[in-house]
């Protein structure tokens, strides 16, 4: 496993080399909001619809192209039935079109009423699933997260959603929401476990189960946006809906280390167009409605652009972890600091650290920490490919089980033959760095695992 390091190391300092070349011959790059601030899928599309906005611009003094007239008795809608088949084996054997051609690659969305999309809302959601196994054949793959199940297909989430987000072009007011369902694997990791109340219990099975992980109203004036109710995490880069996500499994700090969700009120106010600032109240971490756990914390944060191709973003929580009725317990202060360069319009680097303590236990501190570095970088309009490398430090065995160091390296690709379609193959090894062996149920202390997940979205 040792060599696996070695490679990785190798790996990340050739596309750095050629990352910095590419940059000297760039003319213009790409940045998105880190996920951590605003809930976005790595930009995959910026290069490729950037090439496309340049090939289409029309020169400033050119009279505008006037749209054909249409043909007496010919409608104007597109038909519903589409020949999907033919459509993605087209966008799959020429990926330098697909840019051009995502939009009506096959695509489906869920059929919306007009009263619906005038009042500006908006209703969609994906299916995800996948296979994943490890080398040693184990029942389970260890401490991976969302990906524990071994050897076999498992159905990761069915997520429909509705929203009407918030947008008064930084003058007057606005009123939105936004509701979440979730259903598969992934469903209990998503609920309100911190306290025990909401939806926790919602489980079919021993692996499956649902969540509502957002039911929020967010009031927006001017610049400033207020959430009020139950809303995903600003914490970390990497988050629970699948399709934001380069990789399929998770790392452990995103798993282990930080809050998934939160119920209170989070207060978001655009100072300027670089710099962002968060602040709010909640009833600790992964709570319901109830605060059955009597959490209470602030969450906040502040994302700025640094430059044209640069984000740094902090986010931290503290105060109150619980009574430990649930679990939680004592006082918590965690922090995440997110850093995001866009070396070319290609290739992007993110380094993330994470720290936290648990502390005012009657037993001593518990503290966690770690490093994330991603690479992820376009090879065409349809495939990109991704490098990850953690360290994660368990110091008291008190996240993931087993006091000592956690490492992985995660290699993957993303297939995206049209715009509702990604493929998301990976391979992985992880070694720990401790007294216990936490995988191959319990025979080991290095892993190597491999698989790939398939999400449609509508």
């Known amino acids: 496993m040792r060599i696996v390091l070695l490679v990785s190391i190798a790996s990340l300092l050739v596309l750095f080399t050629t990352g910095n070349a590419l940059a000297d011959a760039t003319a213009e790059s790409f940045l998105h909001q880190p996920a951590s601030v605003q809930q976005t899928a790595f930009a995959y599309d910026d290069y490729a619809y950037m090439l496309q906005d340049e090939s289409t611009t029309e020169p400033p003094d050119a009279a505008p192209s006037e749209a054909p007239e249409p043909v007496v008795g010919e409608t104007q809608e597109k038909s519903l039935s589409v020949d999907v088949t033919d459509e993605l084996g087209s966008c799959a054997s020429s990926c330098g079109q697909c840019a051009t051609r995502r939009s009506g690659c096959g695509h489906w969305t869920l059929p919306q009423s007009e009263a619906l999309a005038c009042r500006g809302i908006d209703v969609g959601g994906w299916l995800s699933g996948g296979l994943y196994s490890n080398a040693h054949g184990a029942s389970n793959n260890g401490p991976l997260g969302f990906n524990t199940l071994g050897n076999g297909f498992t159905f990761n989430q069915l997520w429909v959603y509705a929203e009407r987000a918030t947008d008064t072009g930084g003058y007057g007011t606005d009123i939105g929401f936004r509701f979440d369902y979730l259903f598969g694997v992934d469903g209990p990791d998503d609920q309100a476990f911190g306290d025990g109340g909401w939806d926790f219990g919602w489980d079919s099975s021993s692996d499956y189960g649902s969540a509502i992980p957002q039911l929020y109203v967010e009031l927006a004036y001017n610049d400033l946006k207020v959430k009020l109710g139950h809303f995903h995490t600003i914490i970390g880069w990497e988050v629970v809906p699948a399709p934001e996500n380069f990789f399929y499994t998770h790392a452990y700090t995103m798993y282990y280390g930080e809050p998934f969700t939160h119920t209170g009120i989070l207060a978001s106010w655009a100072a300027n167009d670089r710099v962002t600032v968060h602040g709010g109240w909640t009833m600790g971490w992964d709570s319901g409605f109830e605060n059955l756990n009597e ?88 495939w990109a490919t991704g490098l990850r490398f953690e360290w994660f430090r368990d110091d008291d065995g008190t996240r993931v089980g087993d006091a000592g160091s956690y490492y992985e390296v995660t290699a993957g690709l993303n297939y995206r033959p ?12 992880d070694w720990f760095d401790g007294v216990a062996k936490p995988f191959n149920n319990g025979h080991s202390d290095e892993q190597f695992s491999g698989g790939f997940d398939v999400i449609w979205s509508f």
């Open 295 to 382: 959490g209470s914390t602030f969450l906040g944060g502040v994302s700025t652009e640094l430059t044209d191709n640069a984000t740094l973003t902090w986010a931290f929580t503290a105060g109150r972890f619980g009574d430990g009725s649930f679990g939680a317990d004592g006082d918590v202060y965690m922090n995440s600091l997110v850093f995001e360069l866009a070396l070319t319009d290609r290739l992007t680097y993110i380094l993330q650290h994470d720290l936290g303590d648990n502390s005012d236990l009657g037993a001593g501190d518990n503290e966690w920490y770690g490093i994330n570095q991603y690479l992820q970088f376009e090879l065409n309009d349809c």
């Open 418 to 429: 049209c715009e509702h379609l990604v493929v998301r193959p990976e391979i992985r090894g």
